[in-house]
């Protein structure tokens, strides 16, 4: 599975973005996808997980963040609504067969990031 993010880029707070990531590979629908960010300096964290069986997010982004997924175009979505300036980071989009999320272990595979400032 490859995958490729995109949609990043410079937002003032109290704005919106919609992170897209295009996923490669017939098993795309078998797979858990997550999100995940690295702020500078900071260790990489959970940011939303979306499986056949559960939704989950991390609770610095619920009520502000969707994880969705089109199983026919192969692409998974972040939307970001309320961006605040603690969200400025490089956000990553993965693939794994865990059905719980949570965990960066869970993951197989990883896309190269792409980078959300948010503006104070």
């Known amino acids: 599975v490859q995958l490729v993010e995109s949609g990043g880029g410079l937002v003032q707070a109290g704005g919106s973005l919609r992170l897209s990531c295009a996923a490669s590979?017939?098993?795309?629908?078998?797979?858990?996808m997550g999100w995940f960010r690295q702020a500078p300096g900071k260790e990489r964290e959970f940011v939303a997980t979306?499986?056949?069986?559960?939704?989950d997010y991390a609770e610095s982004v619920k009520g502000r963040f969707t994880i969705s997924r089109d199983y026919a175009k192969n692409q998974v979505y972040l939307q970001m609504n309320s961006l605040k300036a603690e969200d400025t980071a490089v956000y990553y989009c993965?693939?794994?067969?865990?059905?719980?999320?949570?965990?960066?272990?869970?993951?197989?595979?990883w896309g190269q990031g792409t980078l959300v400032t948010v503006s104070s």
């Open positions: 993965a693939a794994g067969g865990s059905a719980l999320g949570t965990m960066i272990r869970e993951y197989d595979y």
């Open positions: 590979g017939r098993t795309f629908s078998l797979y858990t």
């Open positions: 979306l499986s056949s069986a559960r939704t």
